[in-house]
């Protein structure tokens, strides 16, 4: 279902124009009030006045997550401190924080955003939401709070955790939307199997999952495990939080609200703008934020824009799952790995369970890395009789995409460790 048919279907080229528009609009207010965004126009050499369509927006310096670290906390504020009326921030596990601040018309904004984005799963004021996102600073709990009450879906406020009372409230209040992150979804697919829970059973038919990268093969084991269909969701604080993309049913990219998140890929290194279809670093403009909006900001995920037309009728163009980070890329001797490489390996393989941890290491000059995995009985074909004989086997499949050595190590259900929000994949041992 189309939440909101007028953007989202809009033709591409009034869209351009609107965009053109609401950027010029953007800029001229940010350069009035906000002295960093100033100081970097002036900088450059450029003028509001210098803005005239989209297109000029490749004119306009980067803001990169480190210069919104050097403002905390309100050094981005485009408003005076008294029409913020909300503030998340990033966890910060990373240094500091960064501050997305809201206005009233910030909040409404995030509202319409995540009303498209649980209308992508067909939610309809029919629905139970039972919200899993953590609530707090964290943007997911509320920006999924905002969306379903804008839908008018029944809302369960029940945030992260408590696993075993996400699957009572689920049996005795009919859940039929869950959203979580994936990790945490599969962990109450885990907990309701040990449980003796069908979830063929209950009405649950949809999962929006997000804030964390998954794979299609783990996509397909919680679809499998939990009786959905599960949907990718992705935002991040400094846009909006959940809202700024998702896919809609046909699965095939995540359609960005463009009309308001102008988005561009960059070559990470160089900064010059790549053509659709090429991969590279995702950067966002915040058409219409007031209180923190931000000028082509590098999120560091790694991308690529598709604009072939969408069976689902949408015009807004989409951006391909997450392929990871520009800071998740672990170099072992020389080879560049993500994280997110070695998930796709794995979940080809039957009998490996989504749940595993990248361990890397160095010993002596040489870095080594260690993938442990879960397994179950399925595993265990004819083939493959022995513990280790599976591990070589899996060990080759890592070295025919990564072209590296790893070590692979099968370890029991249940032994790493489940995460309530995003999970933990990778420990880099060689930083300690
Ligand atoms: O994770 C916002 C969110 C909440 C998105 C709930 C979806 C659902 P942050 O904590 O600021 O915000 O983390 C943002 O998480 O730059 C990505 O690297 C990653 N991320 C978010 N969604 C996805 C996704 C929220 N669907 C950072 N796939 C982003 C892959 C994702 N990575």
Same mark, same amino acid.
């Given at each position: 279902?189309?939440?909101?048919?007028?953007?989202?279907?809009?033709?591409?080229?009034?869209?351009?124009?609107?965009?053109?528009?609401?950027?010029?609009?953007?800029?001229?207010?940010?350069?009035?009030?906000?002295?960093?965004?100033?100081?970097?126009?002036? &900088?450059?050499?450029?003028?509001?006045?210098?803005?005239?369509?989209?297109?000029?927006? $490749?004119?306009? #310096?980067?803001?990169?997550?480190?210069?919104?670290?050097?403002?905390?906390?309100?050094?981005?504020?485009?408003?005076?401190? &008294?029409?913020?009326?909300?503030?998340?921030?990033?966890?910060?596990?990373?240094?500091?924080?960064?501050?997305?601040?809201?206005?009233?018309?910030?909040?409404?904004?995030?509202?319409?955003?995540?009303?498209?984005?649980?209308?992508?799963?067909?939610?309809? *004021?029919?629905?139970?939401?039972? =919200? $899993?996102? %953590?609530?707090?600073?964290?943007?997911?709990?509320?920006?999924?709070?905002?969306?379903?009450?804008?839908?008018?879906?029944?809302?369960? #406020?029940? /945030?992260?955790?408590?696993?075993?009372?996400?699957?009572?409230?689920?049996?005795?209040?009919?859940?039929?939307?869950?959203?979580?992150?994936?990790?945490?979804?599969?962990?109450?697919?885990?907990? %309701?199997?040990?449980? %003796?829970?069908?979830? $063929?059973?209950?009405?649950?038919?949809?999962?929006?999952?997000?804030?964390?990268?998954?794979?299609?093969?783990?996509?397909?084991?919680?679809?499998?495990?939990?009786?959905?269909?599960?949907?990718?969701?992705?935002?991040?604080?400094?846009?909006?939080?959940?809202?700024?993309?998702?896919?809609?049913?046909?699965?095939?990219?995540?359609?960005?609200?463009?009309?308001?998140?102008?988005?561009?890929?960059?070559?990470?290194?160089?900064?010059?703008?790549?053509?659709? %279809?090429?991969?590279?670093?995702?950067?966002?403009?915040?058409?219409? *934020?007031?209180?923190?909006?931000?000028?082509?900001?590098?999120?560091?995920?790694?991308?690529?824009?598709?604009?072939?037309?969408?069976?689902?009728?949408? =015009?807004?163009?989409?951006?391909?799952?997450?392929?990871?980070?520009?800071?998740?890329?672990?170099?072992?001797?020389?080879?560049?790995?993500?994280? /997110?490489?070695?998930?796709?390996?794995?979940?080809?393989?039957?009998?490996?369970?989504?749940?595993?941890?990248?361990?890397?290491?160095?010993?002596?000059?040489?870095?080594?890395?260690?993938?442990?995995?879960?397994?179950?009985?399925?595993?265990?074909?004819?083939?493959?009789? =022995?513990?280790?004989?599976?591990?070589?086997?899996?060990?080759?499949?890592?070295?025919?995409?990564?072209?590296?050595?790893?070590?692979?190590?099968?370890?029991?259900?249940?032994?790493?460790?489940?995460?309530?929000?995003?999970?933990?994949?990778?420990?880099?041992?060689?930083?300690?």
């Amino acid at each position: 279902m189309i939440w909101n048919k007028e953007y989202e279907t809009m033709e591409r080229e009034k869209l351009s124009a609107l965009q053109g528009e609401r950027l010029k609009e953007l800029i001229t207010r940010v350069y009035e009030n906000v002295p960093f965004y100033r100081k970097r126009m002036d &900088e450059a050499g450029i003028k509001p006045a210098d803005i005239n369509s989209i297109k000029d927006i $490749a004119r306009l #310096p980067f803001t990169t997550k480190l210069d919104m670290r050097d403002v905390y906390p309100y050094g981005l504020l485009a408003v005076p401190e &008294e029409d913020i009326v909300e503030v998340h921030t990033s966890s910060g596990t990373t240094g500091t924080p960064v501050v997305d601040a809201y206005t009233h018309n910030d909040i409404e904004l995030w509202k319409e955003v995540m009303a498209r984005t649980l209308a992508m799963g067909d939610t309809t *004021k029919k629905d139970i939401v039972q =919200n $899993a996102y %953590g609530y707090g600073l964290f943007t997911g709990g509320l920006g999924v709070h905002y969306g379903a009450m804008k839908i008018g879906a029944n809302l369960i #406020p029940i /945030s992260g955790g408590n696993t075993q009372r996400q699957l009572q409230v689920m049996q005795d209040f009919k859940t039929t939307v869950l959203t979580c992150t994936p990790s945490y979804s599969l962990f109450v697919a885990e907990e %309701g199997k040990k449980a %003796g829970l069908d979830f $063929a059973s209950l009405p649950l038919r949809v999962g929006l999952l997000g804030a964390e990268p998954w794979s299609d093969g783990m996509r397909k084991e919680i679809e499998e495990k939990l009786h959905i269909s599960a949907i990718d969701i992705y935002g991040l604080t400094e846009i909006i939080g959940p809202g700024v993309s998702a896919e809609c049913e046909y699965k095939d990219g995540l359609h960005i609200n463009e009309d308001v998140f102008y988005p561009e890929i960059i070559d990470p290194d160089t900064g010059k703008i790549l053509p659709d %279809g090429e991969k590279g670093e995702l950067v966002f403009t915040t058409l219409t *934020k007031e209180g923190t909006p931000v000028i082509r900001f590098r999120t560091r995920d790694i991308t690529y824009l598709m604009r072939e037309k969408c069976q689902c009728g949408r =015009n807004t163009v989409r951006m391909h799952r997450s392929l990871g980070r520009t800071d998740d890329m672990l170099i072992i001797r020389g080879v560049n790995v993500f994280p /997110s490489q070695i998930e796709e390996v794995l979940m080809t393989i039957q009998g490996v369970e989504p749940h595993y941890q990248i361990v890397v290491d160095r010993k002596g000059q040489l870095d080594s890395i260690e993938v442990q995995v879960e397994m179950n009985d399925r595993l265990f074909s004819d083939e493959i009789k =022995n513990l280790s004989k599976a591990e070589k086997m899996i060990e080759e499949k890592l070295y025919a995409t990564l072209n590296i050595h790893t070590v692979v190590k099968l370890v029991e259900t249940n032994s790493i460790e489940r995460s309530l929000g995003k999970a933990k994949r990778v420990i880099d041992r060689r930083q300690l």
